[in-house]
């Protein structure tokens, strides 16, 4: 029988704690890069650009290009990718999604080094090497480049709107129900879990649910969000596949932003969705509830405007979002149970209205 082995590329510079943003340079010093170009997300270089630029100066580091990404068309990706110095030497992206998404996919083209340096704990799309980027007018996610470092200031993602903090919350819970969607999977034998991706996904949730906080400005709560979703990243890379961090509770947040007139952000809807689909898989829900309460993140989602009919409608057009998988969804005896609970579920009523 051949063995199916890959290679996995981990990052190599990971720094997490406050105020390192304005300690860029050092950071890229030690690394030995001396020619960079940086991708800001709208309206951050006035935010951030003074830090990050005389930080890199203090350094020796020359910035061969800097702009803001308001556009994440594939086409002008590429076009602006090819229009980059070729003496760069490593792509930093410093913002939210787009920003990211861009400098990640510009460093596979490239072949450069990719610089992760988020500035909110929305999700783990910082640590993965997934990017979404819009083809044909729609939102795909394509594969690209693995950070070769990762720079996460704790004072800047404590700034950020709190929405993108419940946003990771619920990203990161979502790992409980989609580890138990690839175990069911394999039980099914439609795959082969990776053990190693397995672990290092479930460490990464079991580790941030455990944490003591007060608020989740504390800075321990955000240090274990952000070192979480790392890890979880770094899992779907020893995986090959995004499995170990998206089950089926994903697939319906995929079909609400394609269906549902007014989706929310992602891990708003997959918090929601990952608590509906611990019911359904009846596997740790107690612990998602405890979480998603302390946080406050049920109370936030339920501001959020998200319906039942919307959920309704999302169960049923899951599986055909990734019809190659088969998660609890793909069966339609537990697609029967989570619309049951999802009428029934007192937790779900409220926060669905």
Same mark, same amino acid.
């Given at each position: 029988?051949?063995?199916?082995?890959?290679?996995?590329?981990?990052?190599?510079?990971?720094?997490?704690?406050?105020?390192?943003?304005?300690?860029?340079?050092?950071?890229?010093?030690?690394?030995?890069?001396?020619?960079?170009?940086?991708?800001?997300?709208?309206?951050?270089?006035?935010?951030?650009?003074?830090?990050?630029?005389?930080?890199?100066?203090?350094?020796?580091?020359?910035?061969?290009?800097?702009?803001?990404?308001?556009?994440?068309?594939?086409?002008?990706?590429?076009?602006?990718?090819?229009?980059?110095?070729?003496?760069?030497?490593?792509?930093?992206?410093? *913002?939210?999604? $787009?920003?990211?998404?861009?400098? &990640?996919?510009? =460093?596979?083209?490239?072949?450069?080094?990719? +610089? @992760?340096?988020?500035?909110?704990?929305?999700?783990?799309?910082?640590?993965?090497?997934?990017?979404?980027?819009?083809?044909?007018?729609?939102?795909?996610?394509?594969?690209?480049?693995?950070?070769?470092?990762?720079?996460?200031?704790?004072?800047?993602?404590?700034?950020?709107?709190?929405?993108?903090?419940?946003?990771?919350?619920?990203?990161?819970?979502?790992?409980?129900?989609?580890?138990?969607?690839?175990?069911?999977?394999?039980?099914?034998?439609?795959?082969?879990?990776?053990?190693?991706?397995?672990?290092?996904?479930?460490?990464?949730?079991?580790?941030?649910?455990?944490?003591?906080? *007060?608020?989740? $400005?504390?800075?321990?709560?955000? &240090?274990?969000? =952000?070192?979480?979703?790392?890890?979880?990243? +770094? @899992?779907?890379?020893?995986?090959?596949?995004?499995?170990?961090?998206?089950?089926?509770?994903?697939?319906?947040?995929?079909?609400?932003?394609?269906?549902?007139?007014?989706?929310?952000?992602?891990?708003?809807?997959?918090?929601?969705?990952?608590?509906?689909?611990?019911?359904?898989?009846?596997?740790?829900?107690?612990?998602?509830?405890?979480?998603?309460?302390?946080?406050?993140?049920?109370?936030?989602?339920?501001?959020?405007?998200?319906?039942?009919?919307?959920?309704?409608?999302?169960?049923?057009?899951?599986?055909?979002?990734?019809?190659?998988?088969?998660?609890?969804?793909?069966?339609?005896?537990?697609?029967?149970?989570?619309?049951?609970?999802?009428?029934?579920?007192?937790?779900?009523?409220?926060?669905?209205?």
């Amino acid at each position: 029988m051949a063995v199916d082995n890959h290679q996995i590329v981990v990052p190599t510079l990971l720094d997490v704690r406050k105020g390192n943003l304005k300690e860029i340079g050092p950071l890229l010093q030690r690394h030995e890069f001396k020619k960079v170009v940086i991708l800001f997300g709208s309206g951050l270089t006035e935010l951030f650009g003074d830090p990050v630029f005389g930080s890199l100066k203090a350094s020796g580091i020359d910035v061969l290009k800097s702009e803001e990404v308001a556009d994440i068309d594939i086409d002008g990706v590429v076009d602006r990718a090819f229009q980059l110095p070729f003496q760069t030497e490593a792509v930093i992206g410093i *913002g939210g999604g $787009k920003a990211l998404d861009a400098a &990640k996919y510009t =460093a596979l083209l490239r072949k450069w080094p990719f +610089i @992760s340096v988020p500035t909110s704990m929305s999700n783990d799309g910082f640590s993965s090497s997934n990017t979404s980027l819009t083809i044909h007018g729609r939102r795909i996610s394509v594969h690209a480049k693995m950070p070769y470092g990762i720079i996460i200031d704790i004072d800047v993602i404590k700034n950020a709107p709190e929405c993108f903090i419940y946003s990771g919350v619920g990203d990161l819970v979502s790992k409980i129900t989609a580890a138990q969607d690839w175990i069911f999977e394999e039980q099914n034998g439609r795959t082969r879990v990776d053990d190693c991706a397995l672990m290092l996904s479930k460490k990464a949730v079991n580790s941030f649910v455990r944490t003591d906080f *007060g608020t989740i $400005k504390d800075d321990l709560f955000l &240090k274990e969000l =952000a070192d979480s979703l790392t890890m979880a990243g +770094i @899992s779907m890379e020893i995986a090959g596949s995004s499995a170990p961090t998206s089950g089926s509770e994903h697939l319906i947040s995929h079909a609400l932003d394609t269906y549902s007139p007014h989706p929310q952000l992602h891990g708003l809807q997959v918090g929601v969705a990952s608590y509906l689909m611990s019911k359904v898989q009846n596997h740790r829900f107690e612990r998602i509830i405890t979480v998603l309460k302390a946080t406050g993140f049920f109370d936030f989602a339920k501001s959020a405007g998200m319906t039942t009919a919307d959920f309704d409608m999302a169960i049923d057009k899951a599986p055909n979002v990734k019809p190659m998988r088969y998660t609890y969804l793909h069966v339609a005896k537990y697609r029967e149970r989570a619309h049951q609970i999802l009428h029934e579920d007192p937790i779900l009523q409220d926060v669905l209205g």
